[in-house]
């Protein structure tokens, strides 16, 4: 007998049991339905973590401080404030593989005030004006501030959605007055609105300005343990020069310090930010940034670095492979129901050969070869799968949808995933349906005619 034929058969004894049939695509609907749930869900989570690091900025590099230890107990990161701006200029100088780098001051837990509103921006950033670049962050309105505005510690600043919506009622903030730490930024810029982050934070609540200002007016000088040679600022000559009460320089004006601002010897930031050249560079910007580093805080061989260098790829990598691990998980619980619906075949498979014995010894008797009976009973269960896929393949779709719709979970539809789940279906149909189409063909014909 032909295929063709035996395809023909093969699918009008399908029809013979319709409900049979169905039933026993049942557990092939519900796997490939799961499998194709998940993969849409975790591929969507992957991209959604992976464009969440890049709001971070392509290739970016972050330097913070190390950790200072008292009595054997770290105080964490940042306690030993052991970098500078003069740090920063050192690696855009002298590292070949780094394209551009900022410092960063932090001013947390300052308030904003604005008119008769007042609010407490999540981050207060001090930085330079490639900041913006390195972080993929762009203006929506208005303008950046230049690298003059950072020298001569200028008191502009840009805000993000979040405070204009918090401060200004969401109304155009450029050119108004923004107070913080009773110091008065002109906002020049309202940068374009990133959303949340991978940690879930809002990334549009923040507020920019020239890190000189920042450090120097809000929130005031550090000196670090590990590379500054003062514990602190000297205050007046005559606690430098003691003298036996004899006047050797003038008094100092009440309004010296608040209306001079000269930039110490030992000013430290709280980080730096960079990119490298290229992305396959990343390594080895890390690997110059840290010799200059340690060069330059003159540690010994033995010593260990105090600062910490952090980089994207890790968060990406981090992060991904823990949504692997989950989606992965997953997948093999699908697996398991696509184990079980291939079972639940090959036991109707062999149901349907054990009643249609006279059927298979009829038709050998007719001429029907033992390939041929081989051929149908795998036709009938390839089929059943098939069918029981697409159906899957629909329902898993419409799932992750509904999940997307009502959860706001990020999906994405793969076309690998369907084509997978298609073979998985016929490898199924084949793998579970051998079994009964091989005990089917080596059924004796003159015993399967006296079957009853």
Known sequence: MSMIGTIIVALKALRRNPMRAMLTTLGIVIGIAAVIAMMEIGSGSSNSIRKSIEKMGANCIMVMPGAFRMGGVSQGSGSTMSLTPEDCEAVLRECVNVGKAVPVVNARGKQAVAGNLNYSPNNIIGTGPDFLSIRNWEIGEGRAFSDREVDER????????????????????????????????????VLKSKGANMMGGDEDDVVIAPWTTVRLRVTGLKYGSATSTTSKAATTPSELYPGSGVALYPEEKDNLRTDTLLIPRFIQIDQIVLTATAPERVDAAIGELTALLRERHKLKPEDADDFWIRNSAEFMTTITNTSKVMTNLLLCVALISLVVGGVGIMNIMLVSVTERTREIGLRMAVGARSTDILRQFLIESITLCLVGGAIGIMLGHGAALLVESQLGWPIESSPGAVAAAVIVSAGVGIVFGFYPAWKASRLDPIDALHYE
């Open 154 to 189: 200028s008191r502009v600043c840009l805000v993000g959605a979040t405070i204009v919506r918090e401060l200004f009622n969401g109304q155009s903030p450029i050119d108004c007055e923004l107070r913080i730490q009773n110091v008065t930024f002109k906002v020049i810029g």
